[in-house]
Nanobody, 125 residues
Framework: VQLQAFGGGLVQAGGSLRLSCAAFGRTLSGYTMGWFRQGTGKEREFVAGIRMNGGNTLYADSAKGRFTISRDNAKSTLYLQMNSLEPEDTANYYC???????????????????WGQGTQVTVSS
């Protein structure tokens, strides 16, 4: 499956953005999905993950209460609603997918088989 993330941009602190990740070639319904981010000079870090049917979600501590991951399998699209953005959220955001990942490995980048190209989010203070 090919993934394409979009929706990033420049926003002031306290603002909101909604990222989308569209899948091409296959439906997303059979994949567990995740959002990761990577700031300049930093390692890629887990942001949020969601089960195939959307019934379970998992968030990094930095995202809890501010970000919401969701999916629309009929549209083969994954979303990340980001509210109350902070300058520390500035990063390139990536979507990821796996058919075989186990829930306890949701935060491990190497556990995913497919990645989108990333979309840049810049939060100004």
């Amino acid at each position: 499956v090919q993934l394409q993330a979009f929706g990033g941009g420049l926003v002031q602190a306290g603002g909101s953005l909604r990222l989308s990740c569209a899948a091409f070639g296959r439906t997303l319904s059979g994949y567990t999905m995740g959002w990761f981010r990577q700031g300049t000079g930093k390692e890629r870090e887990f942001v949020a993950g969601i089960r195939m049917n959307g019934g379970n979600t998992l968030y990094a501590d930095s995202a809890k209460g501010r970000f919401t991951i969701s999916r629309d399998n009929a549209k083969s699209t994954l979303y990340l609603q980001m509210n109350s953005l902070e300058p520390e959220d500035t990063a390139n955001y990536y979507c990821s997918a796996s058919r075989t990942i186990i829930w306890s490995n949701l935060g491990i980048p190497s556990a995913y088989n497919y990645w989108g190209q990333g979309t840049q989010v810049t939060v100004s203070s």
